[in-house]
């Protein structure tokens, strides 16, 4: 089973500022992988998918990079709603089966 | 617009039996497009997928929980249920039912807690 570990668990950050968060694959994923934003109280949100591509109603700010077994996703200015945390998730192949990272919380500095 | 509503106790006793339901609106759950999917996420953990369906009957489990799983299609009621037996402690968790497109999930219901106690 392929295993996601995300890095930093926290990022403690200020509005305006940039956050970059990790994401590791413990084999390659090609590009199969996306990126949620889950709020206290609301289900999770998917924002990219096959790693670099913004879902429907994503703001620009927030961007995916990519392939193999090292992924980033970068949130280019902090806004006051993107305190949250953020999970990657891949499938795999055969048997299609979906796993989550552990996590990133972004918080406010 | 797509609409995800989950349904069912939010107390079960250990050793009995969890039921839940995801009524869809908004879209045909029987669209070739899509499958769907129960995923869990017990108290202070992650995010953990149970399973998927086709609108056909397909079915994929997540293979850890594949012995206590089971999860189906009512195309007539535009709804997919989850039945998951002899549950634990550990089952305690706020379930979510989403929608799958290919590899992603892209749309989800709010949740519903689960407490699995006596």
């Known amino acids: 089973e392929i295993v996601l570990t995300q890095s930093p668990a926290t990022l403690s950050l200020s509005p305006g500022e940039r956050a970059t968060l990790s994401c590791r694959a413990s084999?390659?994923?090609?590009?199969?992988l996306a990126w949620y934003q889950r709020k206290p109280g609301q289900p999770p949100r998917l924002l990219i998918y096959d790693a670099s591509n913004r879902a429907t109603g994503i703001p620009a700010r927030f961007s995916g990079s990519g392939s193999g077994t090292d992924f980033t996703l970068t949130i280019s200015s902090l806004e006051a709603e993107d305190f949250a945390v953020y999970y990657c998730q891949q499938r795999g192949r055969w048997p299609p089966s979906f796993t989550f990272g552990g996590g990133t919380k972004v918080e406010i500095k | 617009q797509l609409q995800l509503h989950e349904s069912g106790p939010g107390l079960v006793k250990p050793s009995e039996t969890l039921s839940l339901t995801c009524t869809v609106s908004?879209?045909?759950?029987?669209?070739?497009?899509?499958?769907w999917a129960w995923i869990r996420q017990p108290p202070g953990k992650g995010l953990e997928w149970i399973a998927s369906i086709y609108y056909s009957g397909s079915t994929y489990y997540n293979q850890a929980l594949k012995s206590r799983v089971t999860i189906s299609v009512d195309t007539s009621k535009n709804q997919f249920s989850l039945r998951m037996t002899s549950v634990t402690a550990a089952d305690t968790a706020v379930y979510y039912c989403?929608?799958?497109?290919?590899?992603?999930?892209?749309?989800w219901g709010q949740g519903t807690l689960v407490t699995v106690s006596s």
């Open positions: 989403a929608r799958r497109r290919g590899a992603y999930l892209d749309s």
């Open positions: 908004g879209d045909s759950i029987s669209r070739s497009d899509y499958y």
């Open positions: 084999e390659s994923i090609s590009s199969y």
